[in-house]
């Protein structure tokens, strides 16, 4: 399995993006579907207990029941969110320990990809790594925006854009912080520099195209195609992340921490985003009635 990537390093990203995408696909949707459905049994349940009732009844709460997405957003986002800052500190904390697991995973890692190179898959590691730079993500972003623009949806625009100049003043100021020297660059396949924990291919790649997907799930498009996006980015931020490995230029923690680290940015300005969204959305109806 391992020789037939390494002859044909093509089939890797072909696996990974039918494998999430069949997952995303079905599962999801059904998930999503029985959500709907069992979400609304329990609010209408609840409606009727006498709480409910009361609570639905008094002056100002008549709307209840629409604030309920944006609580559960809030509530699942900010459990996911303290997870991956929990990740992100252990990692720290545990990255300089000789012998702690991390480090020894880290070194156990980067030795085998040295040792198993091919051209073949270091070429096409190398153009994948691209579009998790600094070029890459900006031309992404530019590309995007300027469509989104053109649909004349500045919202998504400016929330695209935001994010990733976040994600990447964020990422400076950790790899500050941390200063992490980088694995010995006389063994890489490519030019690197600067601090390494956490990666900041890994950290932008993870919110830029996490940030993509988020606004294409805002589309009114089939979950097929909203499926296949998804996926898509999940094939990007996964290949950008093992790509940093295998050449040589960050430890397997670096990729976990800058995993970590833009999970937390991602959901924060997505939850910021969607809340403004719904506010204003909420305002303008009460203002038209």
């Not at 349940?45 to 008094?58: D, I, P, S, V």
């Not at 003043?169 to 912080?177: D, F, I, T």
């Not at 601090?195 to 996490?210: L, N, R």
Request: positive net charge; hydrophobic residues 55%.
């Amino acid at each position: 399995m391992v020789q037939s990537l390494l002859a044909h390093p093509f089939v890797l990203p072909v696996i990974i993006f039918l494998t999430l995408w069949g997952l995303f696909y079905l599962p999801l949707a059904g998930v999503a579907k029985l959500g709907r459905g069992v979400g609304g049994r329990l609010l209408n349940l609840a409606g009727r207990t006498r709480l409910g009732q009361w609570t639905t009844g008094r002056p100002g709460w008549h709307g209840l029941r629409s604030y309920a997405p944006l609580i559960v957003l809030l509530l699942l986002g900010a459990i996911a969110a303290a997870v991956a800052a929990e990740l992100f500190v252990d990692l720290a904390e545990r990255f300089g320990q000789s012998t702690s697991l991390v480090y020894r995973a880290d070194r156990t890692v980067h030795d085998w990809f040295v040792r198993e190179r091919s051209a073949p898959l270091t070429s096409t590691l190398k153009a994948v790594t691209f579009f998790g730079g600094s070029s890459g993500i900006a031309l992404v972003v530019g590309i995007v925006t300027a469509l989104l623009l053109l649909f004349k949806e500045r919202a998504n625009a400016v929330y695209l854009v935001s994010t990733a100049v976040g994600g990447i003043v964020l990422n400076a100021g950790l790899k500050l912080l941390f200063a992490r020297t980088r694995p010995d660059l006389a063994s890489a396949a490519a030019v690197a520099s600067w601090y390494s924990f956490p990666s900041g291919h890994a950290m932008e790649s993870f919110i830029v195209y996490g940030a993509l997907a988020f606004v294409t799930l805002r589309q009114p498009w089939p979950w097929k195609v909203d499926s296949a996006v998804l996926a898509l980015g999940v094939t990007m931020v996964i290949l950008i992340g093992l790509s940093r490995v295998y050449l040589g230029v960050h430890w397997l923690s670096d990729i976990a921490g800058g995993w970590s680290a833009g999970a937390v940015c991602l959901l924060a300005a997505s939850m910021g985003f969607d809340m403004l969204l719904r506010l204003r959305e909420r305002r303008r109806r009460s203002l038209n009635r």
